[in-house]
């Protein structure tokens, strides 16, 4: 039954379609790399004149890669990923390689995919259809066979005739057509296998790649850590430490009224209260700006909603976290809304903002969007928005900024929760 389905599963067909594009873009595609490098490489000398062809070539075959990859998702689901932009040479005023792009192996990778296109297809579709072709040719032999020259199919001379040999023919036929399926899927693995390894980097770059983006991502958390910690010794010396200092004195002076003035201590006992009450007020938000207890208690739903109520501009507030994340995640996700939203209250001009945050999957990801209908114009590399890139990328997480002139003002972020 599966090998029947294979006949006309779209996995089949998409294979073949894969062999056969690539016939067609690979003979475009040799003819023009061996042009652009013939032609580049002869010019150099004359004039400087191929190093512009030579430049166009290397992006054409970039622009090429970029391409294939997209063709082998569409067609077989085969995800090919890109050589790092990071470290690549690039070019001068757009078309003018730099020397070092001809040493960098991503870009004879990419040249060399190229020139093989064509053969590596045209090898495949010939022995896919050549499969097919064998096996409906053998299953079909019966009804034509008597009009073949001679008398019918023969071998050494001899015609085949009989009801063996053209039974023998169906059998073999239904083998190779249930085979075809096969044939054309393995081929077109091979090729996904054998591109996957020209047109992106090896395991190892992978590893790379992931290692140096790893040791930015600790160097960032290590600052906003540190950008945090300033914050609280500034807040702490500014606010609550100055108020207990004035509670302290006023305490004092009142004990020294007490003994000639009851009214008068009575009086400065009372500031004192109002002193006490402000520091605490102050503490209280210091503690809810490291890390609120709602948060931790009652999770994010609760939390951000707080912060809503809090903002003096109208939010609408919309929540869907079927399964809590864990708290760095969460945390993570209470201060890029809190940054996002004090932000709005100060320079957005907005009338009205919008919080959505929604869990997809287990583990899956957490989506947190804040949007407002204000006058927009917000840089990404201002302090407090490098602060969130900071912190989602403590996370591994993906921050968004899109901010027009005129607005709107959209920030987006992807955590990962797993």
């Known amino acids: 039954m599966f090998l029947l389905r294979d006949l006309v599963s779209a996995r089949t067909w998409l294979a073949m379609t894969q062999h056969l594009a690539g016939l067609f873009i690979g003979t475009v595609a040799i003819f023009v790399f061996t042009f652009g490098l013939g032609f580049g490489f002869s010019f150099v000398f004359l004039g400087l004149i191929g190093i512009p062809l030579l430049g166009v070539t290397l992006r054409l075959a970039s622009w090429f890669a970029r391409a294939e990859r997209a063709r082998f998702a569409f067609l077989l689901g085969v995800a090919i990923p890109a050589w790092p932009e990071l470290g690549r040479a690039g070019y001068r005023w757009g078309i003018i390689p730099r020397w070092r792009m001809f040493s960098e192996r991503a870009t004879w990778a990419e040249i060399g995919y190229g020139l093989l296109r064509l053969p590596i ?34 071998i050494d001379g001899s015609v085949l005739r009989g009801a063996v040999p053209l039974a023998v023919s169906v059998i073999l036929g239904v083998a190779l057509l249930l085979a075809a399926p096969q044939v054309t899927r393995g081929l077109a693995v091979a090729d996904g296998s054998l591109s996957r390894g020209l ?93 609120p207890p709602v948060l931790t208690d009652r999770g994010l739903d609760a939390a951000l909603s707080g912060l809503a109520a809090l903002c003096p501009v109208p939010v609408d507030m919309h929540v869907d976290v079927p399964v809590r994340p864990k708290a760095a995640v969460e945390a993570v996700a209470y201060f890029m809304v809190a940054e996002a939203l004090t932000n709005v209250a100060k320079h957005s001009r907005a009338s009205h903002a919008k919080v959505v945050v929604e869990g997809h999957g287990y583990p899956g990801t957490l989506t947190v969007m804040v949007s407002d209908d204000g006058i927009g114009g917000a840089d990404p590399n201002s302090p407090g928005l490098a602060g969130l890139a900071d912190r989602v990328s403590g996370v591994d997480g993906r921050l968004s900024v899109e901010s027009p002139v005129g607005g709107p003002t959209i920030i987006a972020a992807v955590l990962p929760c797993g």
């Open 121 to 154: 297809s045209a090898v495949a579709l010939t022995i896919s259809v050549g499969v097919w072709a064998a096996g409906l040719v053998a299953l079909t032999l019966p009804a034509y066979g008597f009009a073949l020259p001679g008398g019918g199919p023969n």
């Open 199 to 291: 047109l992106g980097p090896r395991r190892t770059r992978d590893l790379e790649a992931r290692v140096s983006q790893l040791e930015t991502s600790r160097e960032r958390v290590v600052d906003a850590a540190e950008a945090e910690r300033r914050r609280i010794e500034r807040d702490l010396h500014d606010g609550a430490q100055q108020r207990l200092v004035a509670l302290a004195m006023e305490l004092g002076r009142a004990k020294v009224k007490f003994a000639d003035d009851i009214d008068a201590a009575r009086e400065l006992v009372d500031q004192a209260h109002v002193q006490a009450k402000e520091a605490l007020t102050e503490l209280r938000n210091l503690v809810r700006g490291v890390h």
